[in-house]
């Protein structure tokens, strides 16, 4: 089968309190912790969803990066059939970490179900996908490293097949407050191709 061309259409790389988009920086803080940049970001870019504040850290690096790459393509009005291709190397530990304490001490058991909801990594999928009202193919994987070349092809194959207009992937890695999101959105359009070279270079800017 004869493969389209695609093209990497925007980025954006969270990490070290910093919010880079397509290049340009667009928001820094200096405060500690991740969870605090977090609610930094959410009262200066005026999001009003509630339910970002029930969410572990994982979802909330992958609920802000795709907030800034969905939100100015996002059609209310019509269903957007664009694909979540995510992936990291923790998986849910951070949270599976926390879970586990709150079940280890006898005199101190308190499962959460608030908390036990996010033991899988892919419910950050869902937080997405439930904000932007998504109803397309979404897969979340886990490799020892950003594996560029695994994630061209699934995105290609995702766009050629017509299983997605468009395809947003990200690499969201959150261990004990160290993180790094990197996402980008593959389209038809775009000024830089969508290659593995390419995405690495993204990726390590």
């Not at 100015?72 to 291709?85: Q, W």
């Not at 419910?123 to 061209?152: P, R």
């Amino acid at each position: 089968m004869l493969e389209n061309k695609t093209y990497i259409h925007s980025t954006c790389v969270i990490q070290k309190n910093k919010i880079v988009l397509n290049g340009e920086s667009i928001f820094s803080n200096e405060i500690e912790g991740f969870n605090d940049f977090a609610k930094k970001f959410y009262q200066e870019f005026e999001i009003a969803y509630p339910k970002f504040f029930k969410m572990d850290s994982l979802s909330k690096l992958a609920f802000i990066g795709a907030e800034l790459l969905l939100k100015p393509i996002i059609d209310p009005l019509k269903e957007n059939n664009i694909g979540l291709l995510f992936a990291n190397k923790s998986s849910s530990l951070d949270t599976d970490v926390k879970y586990q304490e709150s079940i280890s001490e006898s005199e101190s058991y308190f499962p959460s179900p608030a908390v036990f909801v996010y033991t899988l990594p892919n419910i950050c999928l869902g937080e997405i996908s439930i904000k932007h009202q998504l109803k397309s193919e979404n897969s979340f994987f886990i490799f020892d490293t950003f594996n560029s070349s695994f994630m061209e092809n699934y995105a290609n194959v995702l766009l050629n097949i017509k299983k997605a207009d468009k395809v947003l992937c990200g690499w969201v890695e959150y261990f004990n407050e160290e993180y790094k999101g990197f996402f980008y959105l593959v389209s038809d359009e775009g000024e830089i191709e969508h290659t593995k070279n390419n995405i690495e270079i993204e990726f390590n800017k």
